[in-house]
């Protein structure tokens, strides 16, 4: 019997509260809800690092950033990295990606088989025309309403039809009658949206506009770099209420559209013959949106908003009876780099020997399954129910149960270098307990850890 197919769908910029089956009760998204309602849904899953490029970078080779050496914008792996696509693909699969990948180097396919979409080139700096910087957060803001986006809509379009284009001629040839379809599938489909520019069609917005509940009445915190002006927007002065409810209302229009679009997809796979229920299918963003929460917009920040993700893992039926997982919730904290080692169980691919894997350092991946049958004990007791986030070398963040530390050793959290928040007493993360007396063995841990991962005091 052939491995299973496994369908990855992926958005970019997406809150893990801004789905159905996580209680928003606004948003509408049936085909993920119903994804989740016959999956496993990790309530706790956490991005590598809160920035698209070293995210994306990170979940193909199973590292964190501090492993793989990719931990800002502009970096990239280097010429072919051990992908698990590329893993999977020296173990017979055929592996398709349609959409963004975020690959900035030499190396745009890093160990797919296949690429489509219009995400695919080589980002080369010029003294005549250099690259020009982003619009100012409030400005974003102010922009954001019905419209229609070259880099958003029409991109992610041109994804879809690569990724029904690809599909069919893998499954069926019409034409020319070369279809493989015992060859097992790795599809990727990988939209831009929901990030900005949040434009949406004129529907979804009148739908959402009276509807949404936007953050309002939000102060900053007080600290060097979660408090940096430059992410943030103040109403009242850069922007209107009005202006923060529309830009809210067309970010969840485009959720709603993603949403869509993945259920085209899936439609396009059952007209060709396939059984989603055969399949394996995982759905997760890069990384949140922090949408003006502690006015705070866009990401590159350890609240939750930003640096918490959707993930929902789906077996195929067989095994979802099997393991009684159906609607399963798992709350121990996992990371997006446990993918590699669970995409490698899924297909039943062994995993790169140490010397194999990217710079020869290793996995930060643990294979996801057990907890999809209930298994917690090792999650707790060998891995701590850890997860890890950072960024530029200089930012890091650690979670372990409900606590969740931060540590900024750049020259502008001097005076603040260590954050810690108990989503359990403070699900909004609103008092730094670093100088809290009953926390003090647990930022001991938190410490050592830290000195084990580089970072230092």
């Known amino acids: 019997m052939n491995p299973s197919n496994i369908l990855f769908l992926m958005d970019d910029e997406h809150r893990a509260d801004v789905t159905g089956f996580a209680g928003n009760p606004v948003i509408r998204t049936p085909f993920l809800d119903e994804l989740a309602r016959t999956g496993v849904v990790f309530r706790n899953a956490y991005t590598p690092s809160p920035i698209c490029v070293p995210m994306r970078q990170c979940l193909s080779v199973g590292q ?5 050496g990719v931990e800002s914008y502009g970096q990239d792996l280097e010429p072919f990295a051990m992908t698990f696509p590329r893993q999977l693909s020296r173990h017979g699969y055929q592996t398709i990606c349609a959409g963004k990948l975020h690959h900035m180097g030499e190396d745009q396919m890093q160990g797919w088989t296949q690429r489509v979409g219009d995400n695919c080139q080589v980002h080369r700096k010029s003294a005549r025309k250099p690259i020009s910087g982003k619009w100012s957060q409030a400005k974003e803001v102010l922009r954001a309403g019905v419209g229609h986006g070259s880099d958003t809509q029409d991109v992610d379009a041109y994804a879809l039809e690569g990724a029904l284009l690809a599909m069919r001629k893998h499954f069926l040839d019409p034409f020319y009658d070369r279809a493989d379809p015992d060859e097992p599938l790795l599809l990727k489909l990988s939209f831009n949206r929901p990030h900005y520019p949040y434009f949406t069609d004129e529907e979804r917005f009148s739908y959402y506009l009276n509807r949404v509940e936007p953050y309002l009445d939000e102060s900053l915190f007080d600290h060097p770099f979660l408090g940096r002006g430059d992410r943030v927007v103040r109403i009242g002065t850069d922007v209107t209420e009005r202006d923060v409810r529309r830009a809210t209302a067309a970010y969840y229009g485009m959720i709603d559209s993603v949403d869509h679009d993945f259920g085209l997809l899936a439609h396009g796979l059952e007209a060709a013959g396939q059984n989603l229920d055969d399949w394996w299918i995982v759905f997760t963003s890069d990384h949140g949106e922090m949408l003006g929460q502690h006015g705070i917009w866009e990401k590159q920040v350890f609240f939750e908003g930003s640096a918490r993700v959707p993930l929902v893992i789906r077996p195929p039926r067989a095994l979802r009876e099997s393991w009684r997982c159906e609607g399963r919730v798992v709350e121990e904290n996992v990371n997006l780099c446990d993918l590699f080692a669970t995409l490698c169980d899924a297909s039943d691919t062994p995993l790169p020997e140490k010397e194999a894997t990217y710079r020869g350092r290793g996995l930060d991946s643990r294979s996801l399954q057990p907890l999809m049958r209930g298994e917690t004990s090792e999650w707790h007791e060998h891995f701590h129910n850890e997860t890890i986030s950072q960024f530029w ?63 230092g005091s």
């Open 64 to 68: 964190l950033p501090s492993t793989c």
């Open 393 to 455: 070398g200089t930012n890091l963040m650690i979670k372990r149960d409900a606590l969740k530390y931060h540590c900024y050793t750049s020259e502008e959290c001097r005076s603040q270098p260590e954050i810690l928040f108990d989503l359990e007493a403070d699900p909004g993360e609103t008092r730094n307990l670093i100088a809290e007396p009953q926390y003090a063995e647990s930022l001991l841990a938190f410490r050592a850890r830290r000195d084990e991962l580089g970072f």
